[in-house]
């Protein structure tokens, strides 16, 4: 059976991954710096393998008798201080070396979908850094490409939960974000499908508009709407780098772009949005 190593296992969608895997009965190692972080997940201890993925020397011998990576690795809100070169880059990069090293047959790896179209920005310079070491490594490769995550997508829900959101330009830009179990599916999958670059999104395709109407539902509350102006969030994206630090302001200049910006790509999965949200909503009205 193929052995699996799965870096970015404590993440939305890592755990994901991991419960996918899991149901599949697949072999597989999962990679990770904090292992109370999977607790819970149903992982033996030697399911585990606690090692630093910034830190080259940690990581020797990991992919000793692997088949495939799977690379999730990347920050989304860490707050290590580091930057997106440190790790979208480099500690990708250190495991594409071990596996180059251990002549492990594929390395599947999560991008973001049209990060090479926008590597003015400093998370798509590193993402595609990398996938230019993967296409030029001589290995089997597929880079995942995905619109944003129903995790990200909470914030209309927060927003909601306050009573007001907050919308750039005219708030009709489109997303069709995707549930992290359906994502998974197409990660492993990856494991033995030829395709080499996969761009991906939810089923439905929603307007920022239409995905905050859907977040007031959830409350059965009246929908409040401020829209701000595209000159602000220009003027926001010159100001931000004089306060912020290179790596904090790093995801507030990707938020800043995406959200004037169409990112649908190809449907797939069935998991929708109403559902998360609603899911969401009940959780918090129980617990
Ligand atoms: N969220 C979205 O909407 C979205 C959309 C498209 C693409 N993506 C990309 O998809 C990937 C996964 O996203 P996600 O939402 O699942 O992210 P996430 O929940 O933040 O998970 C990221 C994973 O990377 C690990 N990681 C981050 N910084 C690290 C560091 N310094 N050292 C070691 N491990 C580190 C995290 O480990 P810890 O748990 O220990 O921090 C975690 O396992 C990312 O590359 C992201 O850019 C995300």
């Known amino acids: 059976m193929k052995k699996i190593l799965l870096a970015g296992s404590t993440g939305y969608l890592g755990k994901y991954i991991v419960e996918e895997l899991l149901v599949r009965k697949m072999d597989f190692k999962a990679i990770v710096r904090n292992p109370q972080k999977l607790k819970g997940l149903g992982l033996t201890s030697s399911q ?52 180059i090293k ?18 003015h920005l400093k998370i798509c310079q590193a993402k595609e850094r990398f996938v230019r070491e993967l296409q030029d490594a ?17 914030e209309f829900y927060e927003m909601a939960k306050k009573g007001r959101a907050y919308l750039f330009g005219d708030g009709n830009k489109k997303v069709n974000p995707i549930h992290g179990a359906d994502l998974a599916k197409i990660c492993v999958d990856a494991i033995f499908q030829e395709e080499k670059d996969v761009e991906v999104g939810g089923p439905d395709v929603f307007s ?57 790509a ?13 899911k969401l909503r009940k959780k918090e009205t129980f617990s």
């Open 138 to 154: 001589g290995l089997e490769y597929c880079i995942i490409r995905p619109s944003g995550f129903f995790s990200d997508i909470k």
């Open 102 to 119: 251990s002549g492990v047959r594929k390395f599947v790896y999560i991008s973001v979908l049209h990060s090479e179209r926008l590597t």
């Open 208 to 264: 920022h508009r239409e995905i905050t109407e859907i977040a007031f539902e959830a409350f059965q509350k009246k929908i409040k709407i401020t829209y701000i102006p595209n000159w602000i969030r220009l003027l926001m994206l010159r100001i931000a780098p004089v306060f912020l630090s290179n790596a904090s302001f790093g995801p507030v200049e990707f938020f800043l772009n995406v959200m004037a910006m169409d990112m649908d």
């Open 48 to 99: 585990i393998i606690e090692a630093q993925v910034t830190d080259r020397t940690s990581l020797s011998g990991c992919c000793d008798g692997i088949d495939t990576i799977i690379s999730t690795v990347g920050i989304t809100r860490q707050k290590d201080g580091l930057t997106y070169m440190d790790v979208d880059y480099q500690a990708n990069k250190n495991l594409l070396d071990e596996a």
């Open 266 to 278: 190809e449907k797939y999965g069935n998991r929708t949005l109403e559902a998360y949200f609603q």
